[in-house]
Nanobody, 123 residues
């Protein structure tokens, strides 16, 4: 079975930085498009970022462009989300997801999900 495990969340002041990691097991990592989604209480889960199988293409939602960077290390079965200049509105549970398909910002497209890691940004 495939498993995705996120880490790196925490409490940070506005303007600070965090790096989230997601380690995959039980799948051939380089065959999967990887993505990050987030969900705040009472809100729908929203797309944040995605990266292609080789790492050659990335996609970011408009609200995080210029602040967040997605990357992957296929040799380590890991995808990262570097979050800089954090804002209170970034507060959410962040989830990583994987699909054998190409990029989509639709959460139903993704076959495997991690358990989530909490990011809280104080003002």
């Amino acid at each position: 079975q495939a498993q995705l495990v996120e880490s790196g969340g925490g409490l940070v002041q506005a303007g600070g930085s965090l790096r989230l990691s997601c380690i995959a097991s039980g799948l051939t990592f380089s065959e999967y498009t990887m993505a990050w989604f987030r969900q705040a209480p009472g809100n729908q889960r929203e797309f944040v970022a995605a990266i292609s199988r080789s790492g050659g293409s990335t996609h970011l939602t408009d609200s995080v462009k210029g602040r967040f960077t997605i990357s992957r290390a296929n040799a380590r079965n890991t995808v990262y989300l570097q979050m800089n200049s954090l804002k209170p509105e970034d507060t959410a549970v962040y989830y990583c997801a994987a699909t054998v398909n190409s990029f989509s910002d639709y959460e139903g497209w993704y076959e495997f999900w991690g358990q989530g890691t909490q990011v809280t940004v104080s003002s």
